[in-house]
T-cell receptor, first 115, second 116 residues
Framework: AQTVTQSQPEMSVQEAETVTLSCTYDTSESDYYLFWYKQPPSRQMILVIRQEAYKQQNATENRFSVNFQKAAKSFSLKISDSQLGDAAMYFCAYGEETSGSRLTFGEGTQLTVNP | EAGVTQFPSHSVIEKGQTVTLRCDPISGHDNLYWYRRVMGKEIKFLLHFVKESKQDESGMPNNRFLAERTGGTYSTLKVQPAELEDSGVYFC??????????????FGEGSRLTVL
C-alpha cells in the first residue's frame, strides 16, 4: 500500500524568509501524482501545487515550488518570501490513476510564520 | 460560486448515539469524497461517489458507517452507533475530474465529531 510521510509535525519561518517542508512516499508504481494541500485555520483545504511523476521538471506556482526526487521518493515544498498568510497546516498527498479516486495523505506539517 | 459546505461544523455526542453529517458539493461536481482525520493523524479516504453511485467504499471502517448520496446531489454520512474512536474531523470534497488525476479537490471546512 502507498504511504506518505511528513516527518516535521511543526515548522516555523520568519516573514520574508524561505522554508522547506519535507515529504516522502512509498510506492511501487511508476506513474502517479503528488500534491501539496494547505489548510489555513478554520478554512477549507486548498490545492497549492501538483506534480506528475513522469515530468522531470519541478512544478512551480509563484512563491511555491517543489523538489521532486523520484528515485528517492521525495517531494518537498519550498515556500519563498514567506508571508503571514502562508501560516497553515500543509498536507502532502499521493494519487495514481489505477486508484482513480483515492488520495493518500501524510500527517501534515503545521507552519507558523513569525512577523 | 458556492464552495463545498458541511454541516454541522461540530457535533458532540455520547457513545452509542447516532450522528449524521451532511455535505453539499459544488454544483455540477459528479465526484464526491469523504475523508477523515483522526487524532491529528493523516487524512484517510473513506469513500467516493460518482453521482449517486458508490464508486469506491474501501476506506469505510466498518458497518456502523453509512453514506448516501440520493439524487447525486448532497451526501450524508451516518455513524450509528458512534464509538469513541470515531472522533475526528470528517472532510467532504468534490471535483469534476477524478481526484488522483488532477488533485483539484475542493474541500469543505470539515465536520468535527467528538464522541464522549
Amino acid at each position: 500500500a502507498q504511504t506518505v510521510t511528513q516527518s516535521q509535525p511543526e515548522m516555523s519561518v520568519q516573514e520574508a524568509e524561505t522554508v522547506t517542508l519535507s515529504c516522502t512516499y512509498d510506492t511501487s508504481e511508476s506513474d502517479y501524482y503528488l500534491f501539496w494541500y494547505k489548510q489555513p485555520p478554520s478554512r477549507q483545504m486548498i490545492l497549492v501545487i501538483r506534480q506528475e511523476a513522469y515530468k522531470q521538471q519541478n512544478a512551480t506556482e509563484n512563491r511555491f515550488s517543489v523538489n521532486f526526487q523520484k528515485a528517492a521518493k521525495s517531494f518537498s515544498l519550498k515556500i519563498s518570501d514567506s508571508q503571514l498568510g502562508d501560516a497553515a497546516m500543509y498536507f502532502c498527498a499521493y494519487g495514481e490513476e489505477t486508484s482513480g479516486s483515492r488520495l493518500t495523505f501524510g500527517e501534515g506539517t503545521q507552519l507558523t510564520v513569525n512577523p | 460560486e458556492a464552495g463545498v459546505t458541511q454541516f454541522p461544523s461540530h457535533s458532540v455526542i455520547e457513545k452509542g448515539q447516532t450522528v449524521t453529517l451532511r455535505c453539499d458539493p459544488i454544483s455540477g461536481h459528479d465526484n464526491l469524497y469523504w475523508y477523515r482525520r483522526v487524532m491529528g493523524k493523516e487524512i484517510k479516504f473513506l469513500l467516493h461517489f460518482v453521482k449517486e453511485s458508490k464508486q469506491d467504499e474501501s476506506g469505510m471502517p466498518n458497518n456502523r458507517f453509512l453514506a448516501e448520496r440520493t439524487g447525486g446531489t448532497y451526501s450524508t454520512l451516518k455513524v450509528q452507533p458512534a464509538e469513541l474512536e470515531d472522533s475526528g474531523v470528517y472532510f467532504c470534497a468534490s471535483s469534476q475530474e477524478l481526484a488522483a488525476n488532477t488533485g483539484e479537490l475542493f474541500f469543505g471546512e470539515g465536520s468535527r465529531l467528538t464522541v464522549l
